[in-house]
């Protein structure tokens, strides 16, 4: 089983929503990831590096010289895919990192890009996405737009395992937007909204036994506002050293704003960065979501996506409530390559009489391998197996997990 991502927070937020079997994910709050096929959204924030450092007062030599040094980095992927939900295929992925504002040295490096999505199952997808940090970073300003037509397999609430899979197939798009203000202590506070419609049917299968979704066949809408709070400390969002990151997203999908279905949707990450010495870093990852209200299928809490965790089909394992946490250690060895070893616990439960037990948990382990595709900006290629209570998975992408 494998897969790929895209490693940037909002663009991988958009794929996701697609590839985690619709238009709602985890879109302006995640990571790309397409590990078993499902990319998740993903963040970034960059401060200098001591190499962007360097490059900056190389930078200044040539142009006493006359001289120019290229303002940003590209970065280009083609992955390959190979799902059990969405086939084999390829996703290509290009982006730009670079200052919105040449005479800001305070705000993160943007990014703007685009990635896509083809495989031998008839899956087609694309999104164009951006993320600007400006006026000394003050603001931040996201957004995105996917469109796409994915078959892909449906398991069902709570765990799949013992539950049919059903082939179904969604069409739709989906528009995204952000932008937050920072605050004090280095808190940043903003409104977001996103608007998407979708059409799903059944792919010919054997039907016997097999519960439907209520919205199938129909023409669905999702519509909500909702608000971002954010503190990020990371010295390097692409590849964190030291720092934090505490991030949490509220989305309320509501009738009276076009919506089909009233629901709530909130997430909460923390993640903490140690640089044990100077190759050598470890990172932790905390993550709950909460659904209320009466949400679609795939407005629900989706084990596997965001790389929440590795090693889990996306899609498989749904519910209301899901909580995450996991550890990675990464080592950077010489000519630009790396390894990292992780695992992680975490479950999904409908809520009520079934709190989080021990025959809820779904642990995952396993490790992978990186080569550095952008020495500016340290964003890696990686490439991760993960082993999970049903099977492993191999995931391709585009920056760290987390």
């Known amino acids: 089983m494998t897969g790929s991502s895209l490693n940037s927070q909002r663009f991988g937020g958009a794929l996701l929503l697609f590839l985690a079997g619709g238009l709602y994910g985890s879109i302006g709050g995640a990571k790309p990831s397409a590990q078993e096929a499902v ?44 799902s059990p939900a969405l086939g084999s295929g390829i996703v290509p992925v290009l982006a730009y990192i670079f200052p919105l504002e040449r005479g800001d040295k305070t705000s993160p490096p943007s990014v703007v890009g685009a990635a896509g999505l083809v495989t031998n199952n008839g899956t087609r997808a694309f999104v164009l996405a951006s993320e600007l940090y400006f006026k000394k970073n003050t603001y931040r300003a996201t957004a995105a737009f996917a469109r796409g037509n994915l078959n892909y397999d449906l398991y069902g609430l709570g765990a799949g395992t013992s539950q049919q899979k059903l082939p ?34 059944l792919r010919p299968t054997d039907l016997e036994a097999v519960p439907l979704p209520p919205d199938l066949g129909l023409h669905t809408a999702l519509t909500a506002v909702g608000f ?115 695992g992680g616990l975490g479950g999904v439960v409908s809520g009520g009489n079934q709190p989080f037990r021990t025959k809820n948990f779904l642990p995952s382990g396993g490790g992978g391998a990186r080569f550095e595709l952008s020495k500016k900006y340290h964003v890696n290629l990686r490439a991760d197996l993960a082993q999970g209570t049903d099977g492993h998975t191999w995931g391709i992408g585009v920056g760290e997990a987390f």
Do not use: H
């Open 39 to 82: 990319f998740n959204e993903g963040q970034a924030s960059v401060s200098q590096t001591t190499e962007d450092q360097d490059s900056n007062g190389s930078a200044q030599q040539s142009a006493s010289t006359g001289s120019k040094q290229p303002r940003g980095s590209f970065v280009i992927a083609p992955l390959p895919i190979s």
């Open 228 to 342: 971002r709070l954010l503190r990020d400390t990371r010295p390097n969002r692409f590849y964190p050293t030291s720092g934090t990151l505490l991030d949490f997203t509220s989305d309320f999908f509501s009738q009276g704003l076009g919506s089909k279905y009233s629901f709530q949707s909130y997430k909460f990450t923390f993640n903490k960065y140690w640089s044990l010495t100077k190759q050598q870093v470890l990172a932790f990852n905390g993550y709950a979501c909460i659904t209320g209200g009466q949400p679609p299928f795939y407005g629900n809490c989706i084990y596997g996506t965001n790389n929440k965790l590795r090693g889990y089909i996306a899609g498989r394992y749904l519910d209301r409530y899901m909580a995450t946490t996991q550890l990675e250690y990464r080592l950077a060895l010489p000519k630009r390559f790396g390894v990292v070893a992780f």
């Open 168 to 201: 179904l197939n969604q069409t739709g798009q989906v528009v995204f937007g952000e932008f937050l203000r920072r605050l004090g202590w280095e808190f940043f506070l903003g409104p977001r909204f996103f608007v998407g419609d979708s059409v799903i049917s």
